[in-house]
């Protein structure tokens, strides 16, 4: 597969080190390394696919254009196209032209976040009581000085998004499922850090996410009728621990086992991977979990 990566920023250049020989051209206007300055530049016949790398704002304009002319399209997180109805258009447009649009949430290839959706499919803890998830980094100031990201939505596009996509890929709760919000601006002028609480679902979700904690941070908790589940960090930052607990009844301590999954992103591979097997089996495109994410963001956020 050829591809031509938009984008040469910090993403860009990590699907770059991924993709290695599939890329054919790079496109920038910022920066003079690009292969062009404008995706509308690079000939049709010379690439297959395209990930787009691009700030939210020229996403549906560039999804637009690689579908009307046939081309695959991985885009980084979220599908950010203001409405609902520009989802649909982009869905309706990549099944008439028989092409995959597929948006990149790689935390979903995480070894650990595939074993607890396994633990969930097996129904291994029961009826299930609550789930909390909790993201947190401590990037407030470079979000804050940089030119475009400290506006809108904030927290909510960043880390947010991830937190729906790994509820959604995990449980496979129903779109239905509404929050609360409560967001706060410690150091920002968008939300640096929200708290998404689900009013009449079962299981109860909380959903938390900061760009004020220090120190990276990120658990998963499932706790059910049988036991319950507990993920500690991401590989990305070092080890990724998955602890089972197993109830024991009436009461006592429960039995406990622990998977330690050992530093090493490999989600970015397992995801271009994953993204050219589709293109590859001709899996049709539906972003009806994209259209729900973009739906919930902006009904906590008041958009």
């Known amino acids: 597969m050829r591809v031509v990566v938009v984008g040469l920023g910090i993403q860009g250049k990590k ?3 991924v993709a290695k020989n599939d ?7 910022a920066n003079g390394e690009a292969d062009y300055q404008d995706l509308s530049q690079v000939p049709l016949e010379l690439y297959d696919a395209a990930i787009l790398c691009v700030p939210d704002s020229p996403k549906f304009e560039l999804v637009e254009y690689l579908i009307q002319n046939q081309k695959h399209v991985l885009v980084e997180k979220p599908l950010w196209v203001y409405s609902s109805k520009n989802i649909s258009r982009l869905e309706e447009l990549a099944v008439k032209n028989s092409v995959r649009i597929q948006v990149a949430y790689n935390h979903r290839f995480e070894p650990n976040i595939i074993r607890l959706r396994e633990i969930i499919k097996k129904n291994e ?6 789930v909390s998830i909790y993201y947190g980094n401590g990037t407030a100031r470079l979000v804050r000085d940089s030119p475009w990201r400290d506006e809108g939505q904030g927290v909510l ?7 729906l996509d790994m509820l959604d890929f995990v449980l496979d709760l129903p779109h239905s499922i509404t929050f609360a919000a409560f967001l706060n601006k410690f150091e920002n002028k968008s939300p640096d850090r929200a708290l998404l609480v689900s009013n009449k679902s079962k299981p109860v979700v909380s959903l938390e996410m900061s760009l004020c904690m220090w120190r990276n941070t990120f658990r998963f908790e499932i706790i059910g009728s049988m036991g319950s589940a507990h ?16 109830r ?4 006592g301590v429960p039995k406990e086992t622990t998977l330690i999954e050992p530093q090493g992103d490999p989600t970015w591979v397992a995801e271009y991977d994953d993204f050219r097997s589709n293109v590859r089996n001709k ?7 994209d ?6 963001l902006n009904s906590v956020s008041g958009a």
């Open 15 to 17: 699907r770059i080190s």
């Open 23 to 29: 890329v054919v051209a790079t496109v920038d206007s």
């Open 125 to 130: 803890l029961g009826d299930l009581y609550s």
């Open 157 to 163: 596009l960043d880390l947010g998004s991830h937190l």
């Open 231 to 246: 993920i500690d960090g991401l590989c990305k930052w070092g080890s990724s621990v998955l602890t089972l607990r197993e």
């Open 248 to 251: 024991v009844l009436p009461s």
């Open 283 to 289: 899996i049709p495109t539906s972003l009806k979990k």
């Open 291 to 296: 259209l729900w994410i973009l739906n919930t």
